[in-house]
């Protein structure tokens, strides 16, 4: 669906456990296209004119869902960037609901098959990527980070505006 005013929607990530990779986009993202915090997106691109609607499917949504913790289980060579592969049951299942939920409005990046991941480097020279990749591999442990809730964000030609946060309904 065509929008001239697009949404964007990413899982939230407590602080702590999103700094890291923040520190590490800072540091290696190309600073004229550094617009945003590091982030795991879920969808790119919904329609703004139905901005109610949409916030009503991911309230509705994360009613049903406690928050939850996903794996980062690797990383991801983007060819011109970096990314942590991050795995989780629980966030492709909250992705499924809400790709039902917003199907006749998802284009074909929302339609493929979802990576999750976050990226930290891209638009770079494939020798800077691979340079990045490789130190990061070396060291890297897989660890948990928290899904606490949906961020709804506004796409400004480069920067995004924070529209809303959805929390994930209570741990039960």
Avoid: C
């Amino acid at each position: 669906m065509k929008t001239r005013s697009p949404l964007i929607v990413t899982a939230r990530i407590p602080e702590e456990d999103l700094e890291p990779f923040d520190h590490l986009r800072q540091a290696h993202f190309p600073r004229e296209r550094n617009f945003l915090r590091a982030h795991l997106t879920m969808f790119h691109r919904l329609p703004g004119e139905y901005i109610e609607r949409v916030v009503q499917i991911l309230t509705a949504t994360a009613a049903g869902q406690g928050a939850f913790f996903a794996d980062v289980s690797g990383l991801r060579h983007l060819g011109a960037g970096v990314a942590f592969s991050i795995t989780s049951p629980a966030l492709e299942h909250l992705r499924g609901d809400l790709q039902t939920g917003f199907g006749q409005w998802l284009g074909p990046q929302d339609r493929q098959k979802w990576q999750p991941h976050i990226t930290i480097q891209n638009r770079v020279s494939k020798t800077e990527a691979d340079s990045l990749y490789r130190r990061l591999r070396e060291n890297f442990v897989p660890h948990p980070i928290r899904i606490t809730g949906l961020e709804l964000w506004r796409y400004l030609d480069g920067p995004w505006r924070a529209e809303r946060v959805v929390p994930l309904a209570a741990d039960t």
